[in-house]
Structure formats: structure tokens, C-alpha cells
């Protein structure tokens, strides 16, 4: 079966620093990935995801991840961060037997000081 | 203009109440979901309806029976709540079926406490 581990609960960063989120898949096929972001109180919003081709992928408002099979991951980066992006990060995969579902890890909490 | 708004944002309510959650989005899109989010912040599907009609209906126990009158609403209704219940759910929508190819857009959320 499927999961998806998120081994980061919470990260703190300064504002302007870079960011590197962790994900980790498990999955014999090659996977759907996705990165989305939740803000507080509010649902979640997809950042960016990989299906296939390059595995640097662009996303919104800055951030990047890059798929890396060898390591089973799909890590979400972004080079200076903003303290707008203060938020929980949630990696996901596409599962395998049904298209409609994705499957989330626990997320990551991204604090950022000023 | 919310795109998926659901209410009520919060819901406290005692156990063995019955209670409902009301989802409309106004994309136009075809499918729509319940997602729940438990304390752990673990967010699992619970069930998609497409044009009306049920696709996926994880293992949850039938207290929990989705209703969609057209493919704009997906209301979740709960029977005899109990404690465990507790979460926070949301709902969702895309275009079409098929998560992997299409964007899911969420709304806001519904925080549940049970007493």
C-alpha cells in the first residue's frame, strides 16, 4: 500500500532563509506526487505535483520539489521565505487503484521569524 | 465568490446528537469530496461523489451517510456522534474524477467537537 512519510512535525525558519520540507513515498510504481499548503483556518491549497517528466517541478508562490526516485522523495524547497508562508505543508501521493483518492502524510509545520 | 464554502465553520455538539455539514461549490465542477482531519492533523478521504453519484466510500462507518442533490452540494449527515468523531472535515471538489489530474480545491473547513 501506499504512504507517505513527513518526517519533519515543526520547522522554524528566519525570514529570508531557504526552506527544505521532507516527504518521503512508498510506492513500487512511479508515483503521483503533490505538495499542498494549508494556512490556518483555512483549506488546503496545492502548491505544486509531479506526474511525470522533469523531476524539478515549479509550483506556486515560489516553491519548487524535486522527485527523486533513488530516495523515494519529493522534497518541497524554496530559496528565501517569506513570513507569509508560515503554514502546514502536506505531502501526498496518488494511489494506485483509485485515481480519485490521494493519500497525505501528517504534514509539516513551518514557523518563520522575522 | 468562496469557490468551496461549507458551514457551520464550527459544530459542538453532544454525543449521540445527529448533526449535518453542508458543502456547496460553485466551480462547476463534477466531483466533490469529504475529507476528514483528525487531531493528529492526518487527513484521510471519506467518501467522492461524481455527477451524484458515489465513488469512493472509504471505511467509515454508516453514521455517515454523504447526500448530494445536485453535483454542486455534497452534504455530510452523522448520526448518534460519538467522541471520536472529533475532527475537523473538509470539503473539496475538482473537475472531474481523478485526483492525480485534476486540482483539488478545498474549503475552509469544519472544526466537530463532541461532548
Known amino acids: 500500500a501506499q504512504s507517505v512519510t513527513q518526517p519533519d512535525i515543526h520547522i522554524t525558519v528566519s525570514e529570508g532563509a531557504s526552506l527544505e520540507l521532507r516527504c518521503n513515498y512508498s510506492?513500487?510504481?512511479?508515483?503521483?506526487l503533490f505538495w499542498y499548503v494549508q494556512s490556518p483556518g483555512q483549506g488546503l491549497q496545492l502548491l505544486l505535483k509531479y506526474f511525470s517528466g522533469d523531476t524539478l517541478v515549479q509550483g506556486i508562490k515560489g516553491f519548487e520539489a524535486e522527485f527523486k526516485r533513488s530516495q523515494s522523495s519529493f522534497n518541497l524547497r524554496k530559496p528565501s521565505v517569506h513570513w507569509s508562508d508560515a503554514a502546514e505543508y502536506f505531502c501526498?501521493?496518488?494511489?494506485?487503484?483509485?485515481?480519485?483518492?490521494?493519500?497525505f502524510g501528517t504534514g509539516t509545520r513551518l514557523q518563520v521569524f522575522p | 465568490d468562496t469557490a468551496v464554502s461549507q458551514t457551520p465553520k464550527y459544530l459542538v455538539t453532544q454525543m449521540g446528537n445527529d448533526k449535518s455539514i453542508k458543502c456547496e461549490q460553485n466551480?462547476?465542477?463534477?466531483?466533490m469530496y469529504w475529507y476528514k482531519q483528525d487531531s493528529k492533523k492526518f487527513l484521510k478521504i471519506m467518501f467522492s461523489y461524481n455527477n451524484k453519484e458515489l465513488i469512493i466510500n472509504e471505511t467509515v462507518p454508516n453514521r455517515f451517510s454523504p447526500k448530494s442533490p445536485d453535483k454542486a452540494h455534497l452534504n455530510l449527515h452523522i448520526n448518534s456522534l460519538e467522541l471520536g468523531d472529533s475532527a475537523v472535515y473538509f470539503c473539496?471538489?475538482?473537475?472531474?474524477?481523478?485526483?492525480?489530474?485534476?486540482?483539488?480545491?478545498f474549503g475552509s473547513g469544519t472544526q466537530l467537537s463532541v461532548l
Open positions: 466551480l462547476g465542477h463534477d466531483t
Open positions: 510506492y513500487g510504481a512511479t508515483p503521483y
Open positions: 501526498a501521493v496518488g494511489a494506485s487503484y483509485n485515481t480519485d483518492k490521494l493519500i
Open positions: 473539496a471538489s475538482s473537475q472531474a474524477g481523478g485526483v492525480v489530474n485534476e486540482k483539488l480545491f
